[in-house]
T-cell receptor, first 112, second 115 residues
Framework: EADIYQTPRYLVIGTGKKITLECSQTMGHDKMYWYQQDPGMELHLIHYSYGVNSTEKGDLSSESTVSRIRTEHFPLTLESARPSHTSQYLC???????????FGPGTRLTVL | DQQVKQNSPSLSVQEGRISILNCDYTNSMFDYFLWYKKYPAEGPTFLISISSIKDKNEDGRFTVFLNKSAKHLSLHIVPSQPGDSAVYFC??????????????FGKGTHLIIQP
């Protein structure tokens, strides 16, 4: 079944650690996105990709980085986690630019 | 500055009645609008969308209305069911010639359906 997956679902980690949040989709979509959401707030776009070897920064400045080596895979990396990075991170994909995006279940990150 | 605003953080509606969720936007470049539903600890799920060339789109119990002159859209749910209790996000995009621009979201409205 075509879907979008994120791992881990929950992560509690200490300050200074390097982390990678995984996102994979089996829908064959070219476009993928990372959003960040704090409780009670809107989702903010932090990264997006048009396709393989394409990455762009979103509206919200983020210290994270992304890569797109394969169409189905769009991991997000934080080189040195800080408490200010505590948030929910949501991955999405789309087969067209401005239309419907399909979201993964999210990763809730807590940095102590 | 918020470009998509949902001014009601929460809304309580009795089961079987109509739920009306509202959304306002400020960016005139937005030409495609979507509603998402989100349960706790899950990702948003697409509900319904509308293009700026239309003023109404209906899908089962869900209808979205768009008033371009007022820069306002609303989601109607009839009849409301207990499973509709969730946070509803309004989102918008500017097509930008088919680019990969992401969606701009509102802060969400927590809909509570009371038995």
């Amino acid at each position: 079944e075509a879907d979008i997956y994120q791992t881990p679902r929950y992560l509690v980690i200490g300050t200074g650690k390097k982390i990678t949040l995984e996102c994979s989709q089996t829908m064959g979509h070219d476009k993928m996105y990372w959003y960040q959401q704090d409780p009670g707030m809107e989702l903010h776009l932090i990264h997006y990709s048009y396709g393989v070897n394409s990455t762009e920064k979103g509206d919200l400045s983020s210290e994270s980085t992304v890569s797109r080596i394969r169409t189905e895979h769009f991991p997000l990396t934080l080189e040195s986690a800080r408490p200010s990075h505590t948030s929910q991170y949501l991955c999405a994909s789309s087969d067209n630019g401005g239309g419907e995006q399909f979201f993964g279940p999210g990763t809730r990150l807590t940095v102590l | 500055d918020q470009q998509v605003k949902q001014n009601s953080p929460s809304l309580s509606v009795q089961e079987g009645r109509i739920s009306i969720l509202n959304c306002d936007y400020t960016n005139s470049m937005f030409d495609y609008f979507l509603w998402y539903k989100k349960y706790p600890a899950e990702g948003p799920t697409f509900l319904i969308s509308i293009s700026s060339i239309k003023d109404k789109n209906e899908d089962g119990r869900f209808t979205v209305f768009l008033n371009k002159s007022a820069k306002h859209l609303s989601l109607h749910i009839v009849p409301s069911q207990p499973g509709d209790s969730a946070v509803y996000f309004c989102a918008a995009s500017a097509w930008s010639g088919g680019g990969a621009d992401g969606l701009t979201f509102g802060k969400g409205t927590h809909l509570i359906i009371q038995p």
